[in-house]
């Protein structure tokens, strides 16, 4: 959705390991917003994207106008996602992952790619774009790439750049703690680590947890423990001041 940095520059430099053409899309999609005033106040840097892009040798952009995605008479369809909908970033925006299926199903009819290339930070997401592919492009082929984080471990996004310097600095607490599961994983139980997480949190007091939860990776199904066998993800949404992030560590 435009205001590029690293992790989506990234994302261009695998996608050009590929054979044919790499073409980056940048829509700004109203339906997956919640709020008017979220989506008056996520960044625009348009001037800024295309000469990213450019330096990364993107061979084309596509960045239509509303009109040209939702043109008038159109109505928004309507995607069967099953439980991801109404799970985790489903539960506490609802109706984001309709607006994701919506603009990446007329995305895809308009472009035709045979291969789409996107982080995981938005793991949810992720696993909604599969879903999307399964029912209606079978022959698409979704890859995901690993998150980008910045020197200060917290997870490159388009809203990082809302932080105050102070924000910043606690999301990137915040966001080390979540990597340090990776070291402590099989010495301390989720229960015992989410405990000792959510008492962290709650000593930075720009820092609002809206949850916390491990999951299956394939399937995204809740665990109360590591599993066994199965990977496993931990994802988390927070609030850094006014701006609320999303980040997930995978765990084999």
């Known amino acids: 959705m435009g205001a590029l940095h690293a992790g989506h520059i990234s994302l261009i430099q695998l996608a050009l390991q590929r054979e044919g053409a790499v073409l980056s899309s940048i829509f700004i999609n ?18 800024s994207d295309l000469n990213m892009l450019r330096h990364a040798c993107c061979d084309a952009v596509y960045m239509p106008e509303y009109n040209q995605v939702y043109p008038e008479g159109i109505a928004v369809k309507h995607f069967d996602l099953g439980e991801l ?23 895809f009819m308009d472009v035709e790619p045979t291969e789409v290339v996107l982080g995981l930070k938005d793991y949810q997401q992720f696993m909604v774009v599969q879903e999307l592919g399964r029912q209606h492009f079978p022959t698409l082929r ?5 998150t980008l984080r910045e020197e200060s471990g917290l997870a490159m996004s388009s809203r990082n750049r809302r932080l105050s310097k102070a924000e910043h600095q606690q999301a990137s607490l915040v966001a080390k703690q979540l990597i340090r599961l990776q070291e402590v994983q099989h010495t301390l139980s989720f229960e015992t680590w989410k405990s000792e997480f959510s008492a ?17 990776q394939k399937t995204l199904r ?9 990977k496993a993800v931990v994802l988390i949404a927070f609030y850094s001041g006014a701006t609320r992030l999303i980040d997930n560590i995978l765990l084999a």
């Open 222 to 230: 809740t665990l109360n423990e590591w599993p066994n066998e199965d």
């Open 200 to 216: 962290f949190c709650q000593t930075l007091p720009a820092i609002r947890i809206e949850y916390v939860e491990l999951a299956e």
């Open 142 to 146: 979704i890859t995901g790439a690993p």
């Open 85 to 107: 909908e109404g799970r985790l970033e489903g539960a506490f925006r609802p109706g984001h992952f309709q607006g994701v299926a919506n603009v990446l199903y007329r995305l």
């Open 30 to 47: 109203p339906l997956q917003f919640n709020h008017a005033g979220d989506l008056a106040a996520y960044p625009k840097t348009p001037e």
